[in-house]
């Protein structure tokens, strides 16, 4: 049976949530965090890492939980149907869920990849044969072989802003590099085992400084300036004593109560914290995994009976860091309409 009880505590904990967020012990050993001008860095077009701040200084309670739902790897007839499971989904304001798709281009049917973009959906780049970019001239060819594929299938290439590194294995100042050459916007591969409890959770930043020291788990790190490029962290699951990059790689999740409680428990760290976006990594895998599957289903049908919880594209979510709107205005909130 599936377990629903722990929202049956939300409105309990929420307080000691967010004194706990506001408590919290900000300064890791990171030198990075120190080295951002906080005065000449604003929104919307810069964000320090340090920033520990909700975006546009909102209070909690009027701040809504941003969800993602990113989908990676190929697309085709196979995986179609599963998607479709989890697209007819809405938000508070009626309109269906955006998802973000990370294209790679071996098996991928581009007229597929054409019909979600028509809906709504944001396009971005994975790989093109799931193998990792070892410099910064392969980044940049890589970017830009797969903007051309997808320009061909009908999707602007100003659109087309994120990048999701093959294996999360996050590309450093080669794939910025990478990043700038194709005049794309944000990376969203960095996963971190440091920024993972309720008032630690990171908000997009972006790199308008080198912050030096500061590591994915995986991959390399970013050693120069990259102004108004945006980084989208991704924050490693805990569960039932095992730390995961993403839900697909705990080896303890057998049951779909227990894939909906790892996507779950993770989701109430961000909604009873600062309500910084919660990133879900959905692969194939995952979804061809029938109990996985419900489990998915049985979260997504929970939040979405929520009036503060928005199903968006990662894009739709940097939008509102840039011009943060609390709750009491949200269905004026332009990017997030129908």
């Given amino acids: 049976m599936i377990k629903k009880t722990r929202w049956n505590i939300i409105t309990a904990k929420m307080y000691v949530g967010h004194i706990l967020a506001v408590c919290a012990v900000t300064s890791l050993v990171v030198q990075a965090q120190n080295l951002c001008n906080s005065t000449a860095c604003v929104l919307p077009n810069c964000r320090c890492f340090s920033d520990r701040s909700i975006p546009g200084y909102i209070s909690p309670f009027q701040t809504p939980q941003i969800v993602t739902l990113t989908l990676q790897n190929n697309l085709n007839s196979a995986i179609k149907p599963l998607y479709d499971s989890l697209l007819n989904f809405r938000n508070p304001n009626n309109c269906t869920i955006r998802v973000s798709f990370y294209i790679e281009d071996k098996g991928t049917d581009y007229s597929i990849v054409s019909k979600y973009a028509s809906q709504g959906h944001e396009i971005g780049i994975h790989s093109v044969n799931d193998t990792v970019p070892q410099n910064s001239s392969d980044w940049i060819n890589m ?180 011009h943060p709107t609390p709750l009491a205005n949200i269905m004026d909130f332009a990017p997030w309409k129908c």
């Avoid at 794939?175 to 008032?199: F, K, L, Q």
């Avoid at 080896?251 to 409680?261: H, L, S, Y």
């Fill in 143 to 322: 970017l830009k072989y797969m903007k051309i594929k997808l320009g061909v299938s009908g999707i602007p290439a100003n659109t087309v802003v994120g990048v999701r590194a093959p294996f999360l294995s996050f590309g450093g100042t080669d794939e910025y590099i990478g990043i700038a050459n194709n005049g794309m916007m944000y990376d969203s591969s960095c996963v971190t085992s440091n920024y993972v409890t309720p008032g630690t959770l990171k908000w997009p930043f972006t790199y308008d400084y080198d912050y030096g020291l500061f590591k994915c788990n995986i991959g390399k790190s970013v050693y120069q300036a990259f102004p108004g490029q945006w980084q989208v962290m991704l924050a490693a699951y805990k569960y039932n004593g095992t730390v995961c990059a993403v839900p697909d790689a705990c080896p303890n999740v057998k049951t779909e109560g227990q894939a909906f409680d790892i996507l779950n428990e993770a989701f109430l760290d961000h909604y009873l914290g600062d309500r910084a976006p919660y990133t879900m990594v959905i692969t194939p895998e995952w979804m061809v995994t029938d109990y996985k599957k419900a489990g998915l289903i049985q979260f997504l049908t929970n939040i979405t009976a929520h009036h503060d919880v928005w199903l968006v594209s990662q894009m739709q979510a940097l939008e509102w860091v840039q």
